[in-house]
């Protein structure tokens, strides 16, 4: 019987916008449970339904536009770290990877114990974010 070939996997070179992107998917992902799960606890519905926004008082438009915005532009990101050139992406992703990650940071003490947990993968992602973006590869001079 024939032994199967024993060679090392080849490694895909994942381009650096590709993998800010997926990064920038999997923090949204995380947001979208993380919204989800809140509809569980005990007393959710009735407080949203009465309008209270918990630590942030009571809903109005200009409040909930301003966390539509909040929260639209990671999802944004997910294109724009795939569309932007390598410059301007990379110092795009840095800032607003730290500011999220700010955020997160910010809001974790305060949560259940499920959004502390999706917070502190949040943040790792976010980080990684930072990260990824400072170590962009240069160009290969000839």
Do not use: H
């Amino acid at each position: 019987m024939r032994s199967p070939i024993k060679s090392p996997l080849r490694r895909w070179d994942i381009p650096q916008g590709v993998k800010l992107s997926g990064l920038w998917a999997a923090v949204m992902f995380c947001y979208a449970y993380g919204d989800l799960l809140v509809l569980w606890l005990p007393g959710s519905m009735e407080r949203m339904s009465k309008g209270d926004f918990g630590p942030l008082g009571t809903a109005t438009p200009g409040m909930l536009a301003a966390i539509a915005v909040c929260m639209a532009v990671p999802s944004v990101m997910v294109a724009l770290s795939l569309l932007m050139p390598p410059g301007p992406c990379r110092i795009l992703n840095v800032l607003l990877g730290l500011v999220y990650t700010g955020i997160m940071a910010a809001t974790i003490p305060a949560g259940p114990l499920f959004y502390k947990v999706l917070g502190v993968i949040e943040v790792a992602i976010t980080l990684s974010i930072v990260w990824l973006a400072i170590r962009w590869p240069r160009e290969r001079k000839a």
